[in-house]
T-cell receptor, first 114, second 115 residues
């Protein structure tokens, strides 16, 4: 299995809703990442987990809450989002933290906040 | 402040010809560079990378050139194929910094290869 699987592929949520994005990989990678990509913009790093511990938080608002329950799973819990949070959320993994290992990206979750 | 810039939003080439995608960066601490390819409704796919200790890396039809003094890199695709039509992102990182693993992406260049 050489894939990163993200669910759901599409999500529409209201500003008062609570939802979660899920990411799964079975490549034995020990680093996992959340990136956010707005339309016609490059992906921007949100969080990095290394060995199931949060390693980098790019000053992301607390309405985004990451969780790494085990080495294969990465969640992003969403609460009280704003319409400007609508974007493509990409999960990635790599053998170890550090880009020279090459990332494997998932297909993303397209989130719309209404 | 755009640390990685891809100044050409789009590029169109004929099948069989060379495609050259360019990328400029401003941060002299960057020492590792990657190219990703992205199809619609899919995540970016890693293509090729280069360390700052090299000036060229080749993998099949793909070659990346790095000019550190000019803070410029380019991706050459020869020969170009219609299946290469996609958005290409240049990305950079500073290994060993406190942000190890953080990739800074350019805005992307949409390549269209015409049959």
């Amino acid at each position: 299995d050489t894939e990163v699987t993200q669910t759901p592929k599409h999500l529409v949520m209201g500003m008062t809703n609570k939802k979660s994005l899920k990411c799964e990989q079975h490549m034995g990678h020990r680093a996992m990442y959340w990136y956010k990509q707005k339309a016609k913009k490059p992906p921007e790093l949100m969080f990095v987990y290394s060995y199931e511990k949060l390693s980098i938080n790019e000053s992301v608002p607390s309405r985004f809450s990451p969780e790494c329950p085990n080495s294969s799973l990465l969640n992003l819990h969403l609460h009280a989002l704003q319409p400007e949070d609508s974007a493509l959320y990409l999960c990635a993994s790599s053998q170890e933290q550090g880009s020279n290992y090459g990332y494997t990206f998932g297909s993303g979750t397209r989130l719309t906040v209404v | 402040d755009q640390q990685v810039k891809q100044n050409s939003p789009s590029l169109s080439v004929q099948e069989g010809r060379i495609s050259i995608l360019n990328c400029d960066y401003t941060n002299s601490m960057f020492d590792y560079f990657l190219w990703y390819k992205k199809y619609p409704a899919e995540g970016p796919t890693f293509l090729i990378s280069i360390s700052s200790i090299k000036d060229k890396n080749e993998d099949g039809r793909f070659t990346v050139f790095l000019n550190k003094s000019a803070k410029h890199l380019s991706l050459h695709i020869v020969p170009s194929q219609p299946g290469d039509s996609a958005v290409y992102f240049c990305a950079a990182s500073a290994i060993g910094s406190s942000n190890t693993g953080k990739l800074i992406f350019g805005q992307g260049t949409t390549l269209q290869v015409k049959p």
